[in-house]
């Protein structure tokens, strides 16, 4: 598909989501990458058009934040307010909407933003990202930069090839200091017990497999969109 086809579905599902899921007044997550930017922009558009009004943001990362300034859309911190929902996207979506995030360098904020949403996340995707077992690309870990040599060779040790990210020769850094570890699993059958090892590992400060936290994913494909709700 051409990038201009591709750009029109991650629109027409963050659209979608927009419209089916935000009303006014609510608190929103805003995730991070190019399709939750299109959700940002679509907020802005009805704020501006007077079509919602009093709905805030909680960004995920620095460039959300400065998409949704630029798109009108009022900003409000975790410490200060609770999200009621996170529109966000994915780099993996499972059938049970068990996903993969992070391949666009926000996950640690992401995931404390969607945990902290009342009714959690709603995933925005183009039909691309569905896949029947997680583990098809990397799974992002972020973790600490001290010592993140020995917390790849504790991951390594649960069954990845682990890679630090870089943007050409330097480490990628997170809006948060961290870097990210790129770990290839040959398929991730069991999603949840993985997560609880990677936890347990010194370093690692969060991976991207976000387990129970979708509510809902809305994808789009050619033929129109189509909204799944977790069971
Ligand atoms: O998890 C993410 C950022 O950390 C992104 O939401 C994920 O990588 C999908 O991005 P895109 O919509 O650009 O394909």
């Known amino acids: 598909m051409s990038p201009d086809g ?3 579905l991650k629109r027409a599902a963050a659209r979608e989501a927009v419209d089916r899921y935000v009303e006014s007044g609510m608190v929103v997550g805003l995730g991070t990458g190019t399709t939750a930017s299109w959700a940002v922009r679509r907020i802005g558009e009805r704020l501006l058009e007077g ?15 400065a998409l949704a300034r630029e798109c009108g859309v009022p900003l ?19 059938p049970d909407l068990s996903v993969i995030k992070g391949r666009g360098g926000a996950l640690l904020r992401e995931k404390i933003v969607a945990a902290a949403s009342r009714r959690g996340v709603v ?7 569905q896949v029947s077992l997680l583990g098809n ?14 917390t790849a060779e504790a991951l390594a ?14 480490p990628f850094v997170t809006d948060g200091g ?15 017990g993985l997560a609880c090892k990677i936890k347990r590992v010194p370093g690692a400060l969060e991976c991207g497999l976000f387990v129970g936290l979708a509510r809902a994913a809305v994808i789009a494909r050619p033929e129109g969109v189509e909204v799944l709700e977790a069971a």
Do not use: N
């Open 123 to 129: 995933i925005v995707a183009d039909g691309s990202k």
């Open 76 to 94: 409000v911190s975790l410490s200060e307010r609770r999200p009621e929902l996170t529109i966000d996207g994915a780099d993996e979506i499972a």
């Open 51 to 65: 079509s919602l009004s009093g709905v805030r943001g909680v960004p995920t990362s620095e460039y959300t934040a």
């Open 137 to 150: 690309g990397p799974l992002p870990v972020e973790v600490e930069p001290f010592g993140w040599e020995a």
């Open 178 to 192: 961290h870097y990210t570890l790129d770990c290839r699993f040959p398929g991730i059958p069991d999603p949840p």
């Open 157 to 170: 040790a649960l069954g990845c090839e682990p890679e630090l990210r870089r943007v050409k020769t330097q």
């Open 6 to 8: 591709m750009e029109r």
